[in-house]
């Protein structure tokens, strides 16, 4: 009866471990690089220290974005049809910034508006494959914590 006991209070724990390590190992999620920190988003809400939300409200938001079709207005471009990323903007170090998409706000979170008509605080351009533009509007506004004026970012 005890070995069940251990067998049952085990189960779950090897099955979060397993799941967990599929989410972290598998799965790329879109990074950027600003300066000596990395901003990149993660699935696993209880591991980030941002957490941004989206509104289609613009009296509830707390960052708007705008979405634009031209990269040179752009405070922020995504563009993935290039030669490819810089393979070491986005190393995990100790100063990595993990940034969640939330369904709802959250204490203290930015929300964001995502538009293509002004004013916004930032301009962003997508064209992208692999990173929607939620997610760039995540990462950029993830990334304002500590630089305000983002002075270059990478992917």
């Given at each position: 009866m005890l070995r069940f006991r251990i067998f049952a209070s085990v189960v779950p724990l090897l099955a979060a471990a397993v799941f967990a390590r599929a989410e972290i190992g598998s799965v790329s999620h879109p990074c950027i690089?600003?300066?000596?920190?990395?901003?990149?988003?993660?699935?696993?809400?209880?591991?980030?220290?941002?957490?941004?939300?989206?509104?289609?409200?613009?009296?509830?938001?707390t960052v708007r974005v705008q979405i634009t079709d031209d990269a040179d207005a752009a405070d922020f471009a995504v563009v993935d049809d290039g030669l490819g990323s810089e393979p070491d903007s986005c190393q995990a170090n100790p100063s990595t910034r993990l940034v969640s998409i939330a369904a709802e706000p959250v204490d203290g979170g930015e929300v964001i508006y995502l538009s293509t008509e002004g004013p916004a605080d930032y301009r962003i351009y997508v064209r992208s494959k692999s990173v929607s533009q939620r997610e760039a509007a995540a990462l950029i506004v993830g990334a304002r914590g500590s630089h305000r004026h983002l002075q270059a970012a990478s992917l």
């Open positions: 690089a600003v300066g000596e920190t990395s901003v990149e988003l993660t699935s696993l809400f209880w591991t980030a220290g941002v957490h941004v939300a989206f509104t289609e409200n613009p009296v509830r938001a």
